[in-house]
């Protein structure tokens, strides 16, 4: 949608240890990227930093950038740019912070924060997955098309954003989350704890006793692989109840918001090793009290990065029926059907397009 846009947008990649400032136009990068420390233990220095960052960025290009835009990481109240709350990266800024203003201020330029899940789902809706699968599917001759993405991040946490009918879904409070939903093996606890990189750690350690390791999951991932001396088996497990308690929370959003899944993030190097069981899990059944089977997800969920599923997933079921009284023949496809990407763009990239674009959107909107 913004692919061909001539306009600029600022963005930022705020971590707790660097701030990256670049600019995008068309939903690619037209700078080199810049990066200053955060200092987000000071807030002074922090919002001095940042301001600092921008204005570099912005004296570099040849024509004024129409907006910034960019991804914070933690709870804010967003539609109003205010950071606040437990930000274990940004200590400096839990008493609340009018971001948006002050930056606006400071530069003279529209500004929009998001949560970085919800920037990855849109860059990808705008930008990334969404438009790639429909143009394989038109590429094919199906006359299937999706509109809706349910994006997830697997890092230090799991993330989560929705777009629906191309339309960010922030909710009513900024507050569309998945990390808080149930683990499916320990009851009680939080799916996080089985999606995220400490819990690739624990479930390695658990498994292979070795609670004193230091490896890192890209550590892990290499045991499993066999190009590592370690505990296969544990590395092994450690991914694939990763990818079961990923599914089965996946499970829940894609049979309320029914779109394609797309996942980023840098757990995804293992994506071979987890994406079995992710599959399985969105595949599973569920059970009445007759004891009746009924699918977990109703629609057929396939793995769009295997190119035999992909086939299977454009050539649908197409029937043809005879309207009754009539010579009148009707076709359609009685698959109902999503499926499991991974992202080609990279995290840190879908995030800053979502950006662009969701600034952009709202410009445009404000001008109608």
């Known amino acids: 949608m913004y692919k061909h846009d001539n306009r600029i947008v600022?963005?930022?990649d705020a971590g707790g240890?660097?701030?990256v400032f670049g600019a995008m136009r068309g939903c690619e990068y037209i700078t080199a990227p810049i990066t200053y420390p955060s200092n987000s233990h000071n807030l002074d220095l922090c919002l001095d930093t940042m301001v600092k960052g921008f204005r570099e960025v912005i004296e570099s290009l040849d024509e004024r950038p129409v907006a910034v835009s960019f991804a914070f990481p933690g709870p804010a109240d967003y539609p109003n740019g205010v950071i606040g709350g437990y930000l274990p990266n940004f200590p400096s800024f839990r008493e609340g912070v009018a971001l948006g203003a002050f930056l606006h201020k400071?530069?003279?330029?529209?500004?929009?924060i998001n949560n970085d899940g919800d920037l990855f789902a849109y860059g990808e809706a705008l930008c990334g997955a969404l438009p790639e699968i429909n143009r394989r599917l038109s590429e094919t001759g199906s006359a299937k098309r999706y509109k809706n993405l349910i994006g997830y991040t697997f890092g230090t946490g799991f993330g989560v954003g929705m777009v629906i009918n191309g339309q960010l879904n922030r909710g009513d409070n900024s507050?569309?989350?998945?990390?808080?939903?149930?683990?499916?093996?320990k009851n009680g606890i939080i799916a996080e704890e089985g999606v995220a990189v400490r819990a690739v750690k624990r479930v390695y350690s658990e498994v292979s006793g070795e609670y004193n390791h230091q490896l890192e999951p890209k550590d892990i991932c290499e045991i499993a692989d066999g190009k590592r001396p370690g505990n296969r088996q544990a590395a092994c497990k450690a991914f694939a109840e990763f990818g079961e308690i990923a599914g089965d929370s996946m499970a829940i959003a894609a049979q309320l918001i029914d779109g394609i899944i797309v996942i980023g993030g840098g757990i995804t190097a293992a994506r071979h090793l987890i994406t079995p069981s992710l599959i399985k899990e969105l595949r599973s059944s569920l059970s009445t009290l007759r004891?009746?089977?009924v699918r977990r997800v109703q629609m057929e969920v396939f793995n769009l990065d295997d190119p035999a599923e992909f086939a299977k997933f454009a050539k649908g079921n197409i029937r043809t029926l005879t309207v009754r009284g009539t010579n009148l023949n009707i076709a359609y496809?009685?698959?109902?059907?999503?499926?499991?990407?991974?992202?080609k763009l990279g995290a840190s990239k879908a995030i800053s397009a979502g950006a662009y674009a969701y600034a952009l959107s709202q410009l445009d909107s404000q001008s109608e």
């Open 10 to 12: 600022i963005t930022l």
């Open 17 to 19: 240890t660097n701030l």
């Open 106 to 112: 400071e530069l003279g330029l529209p500004v929009f």
């Open 175 to 185: 507050c569309v989350e998945t990390f808080c939903l149930p683990h499916k093996l």
């Open 291 to 293: 004891g009746d089977s």
């Open 333 to 343: 496809d009685d698959m109902k059907r999503i499926g499991v990407t991974y992202s």
